[in-house]
Each structure stands twice: as C-alpha cells, then as structure tokens.
C-alpha cells in the first residue's frame, strides 16, 4: 500500500470541508492509492496530478512510481486550479 502524505494546506482544506464531503474525498484517495495510474491524471505543465471527486479535486504529487502520494491541495473544482505554483 502506497504511502500517503498530507500537506498542512491539504490539511486546512480538508477541515473547511463538511464532514460528508471530506469523508468521500479520503475514501476516494484510498481507492485511488490502489491503483494511481488509473485515478490520477497529470496536469499539463505541472508536477502534480488530479484525482476527480465529484465537484471537487484533489492535487498530488506522485513519488516513486505512485509509492509516495503527498497530498497537496484539496479544493472545489471551479477554484482549485487558480493557484497551483
């Protein structure tokens, strides 16, 4: 089972998140571990990749041939995008 890390951003998004939400989102992430190269996409131009639940997104960086998940960002999908370094 993949390693799974998350950002202190990650952390604050999740915690603004109802519990509901937040609840699907981690479910969906352990799915997604199982199986990175099926789930995660890779952002053009950018490191990270996304993984789709529902309206939101979460963004990750993938180590290790998906071994490593450092979760960073986890967000609404109209808004996500809009900061990415």
Sequence with gaps: MPKIIW???ASKDMAR???GVAARIIEK???ASKNTDHY???LAGFEEAKLRVGEYR???RL???GEIII???VGHRKKIYKNID
């Design 7 to 9: 950002s202190q951003t």
């Design 58 to 60: 979460v963004l990750a």
């Design 40 to 42: 995660f996409r890779r």
């Design 63 to 65: 180590l290790c041939g």
């Design 29 to 31: 992430i352990e799915t």
């Design 71 to 73: 979760i960073e960002r």
């Design 17 to 19: 998140l109802e519990k």
